[in-house]
């Protein structure tokens, strides 16, 4: 349904060219959840917000082709944007619903205004339908003229799936959706996620830096590191048997809930300056594997089984030395 080919995606500066997103390839099947993950500031945010172009003003895209349907959402005007693929089509509940929701309007008026944009249809009958979005998502309809500053956290993350849901689009975008949230209200929000998402066969982008919240309720995972999507394969294999360095390092700082006490390893190092990121492999400063090659020569991404795709020159032997076979 959505196909991102070879996408790169640069910030302006005073200082030069912030390398945000690199050659990143990627996509999303009809009523799948997929899942991208990642450090803060790896590009994971800047990745969707050129699929569906949002990006700032000192944001382009460089190269890259990003189909949906019949559409190149990399080439098309924001008039059509707006015609035929905002809130139809595709929908994004933004990171931080209290920022992303107007404080002086009801939360009503601001779900119905895309209702009325796009459905072309009178107040009254928009919001008629506020009323069953709310109960969609688990909110009593008779709290709709409330202000966002009246909801708990959980309500207006809520609130925003509601919004989100308001044209009935067949792709909804979420940019770290349990931000904030204590751990009851995420997982209230993840399940509501998980219910939504079978009933209405809705496809399902996932940006987090949290790998429970993958873990939960994603089908597929993107792994990016400094604008690169590192490794990508259905979530039990990423967990179970990841191939890249630094997917290994995110999964070892990972704390289980199944296996023998074991202790949490972190990555060292920090994650490279995106003006001027280090030469070969980006991950090589913090990499145990690292070899004269992966400072030289940046390694492309290959399909070592079919739908598991990794970027690293020492793939095989990486594998022998983990989990002793390749």
Not at 139 to 154: A, K, L, W
Not at 270 to 283: H, M, T
Request: aromatic share 6%; charged share 25%; net charge negative.
């Amino acid at each position: 349904m959505l196909s991102v080919e070879g996408l790169v995606t640069r910030y302006s500066t005073m200082m030069g060219d912030v390398k945000a997103v690199e050659d990143i390839t990627f996509h999303v099947k009809k009523g799948e959840m997929f899942g991208l993950a990642g450090e803060s500031g790896c590009g994971k945010t800047t990745a969707i917000l050129s699929i569906i172009n949002l990006l700032p003003s000192n944001g382009r895209i460089v190269s890259g082709k990003i189909s949906y349907h019949d559409h190149d959402l990399a080439n098309i005007s924001k008039a059509e944007l707006r015609r035929d693929i905002w809130w139809k089509k595709i929908s994004i509940v933004f990171q931080a619903a209290m920022n992303a929701l107007n404080p002086v309007l009801s939360v009503e008026d601001q779900i119905a205004e895309a209702i009325i944009l796009h459905e072309d249809l009178i107040k009254q009958a928009a919001l008629e339908k506020v009323k069953k979005l709310f109960e969609l998502v688990g909110i009593d309809p008779t709290r709709t003229g409330n202000y966002p500053h009246e909801f708990s956290g959980g309500m207006r993350q809520r609130a925003m799936i509601a919004m989100a849901l308001a044209c009935n689009p067949e792709l909804i975008i979420m940019d770290e959706p349990t931000t904030a949230l204590d751990v009851v209200v995420q997982g209230e929000v993840l399940d509501l996620v998980k219910k939504l998402q079978k009933e209405l066969n809705l496809s399902v982008i996932i940006i987090t830096h949290d790998l429970s919240v993958i873990a939960e309720i994603c089908d597929t995972t993107g792994i990016m590191y400094a604008g690169k999507l590192v490794e990508c394969a259905d979530t039990r294999t990423i967990f179970k048997k990841p191939r890249h360095p630094y997917t290994q390092g995110l999964i070892g700082a990972f704390p289980s809930l199944s296996s023998s006490w074991r202790r949490l390893e972190g990555i060292p190092g920090s994650p490279p300056d995106l003006l001027n990121p280090p030469p070969g492999c980006k991950f090589h400063p913090r990499c145990p594997y690292a070899q004269e090659r992966c400072r030289e020569e940046e390694p492309i991404s290959i399909e070592i089984e079919k739908d598991h795709t990794v970027a690293c020159h020492f793939i095989d032997e990486i594998g022998k030395a983990v989990y002793g076979s390749q």
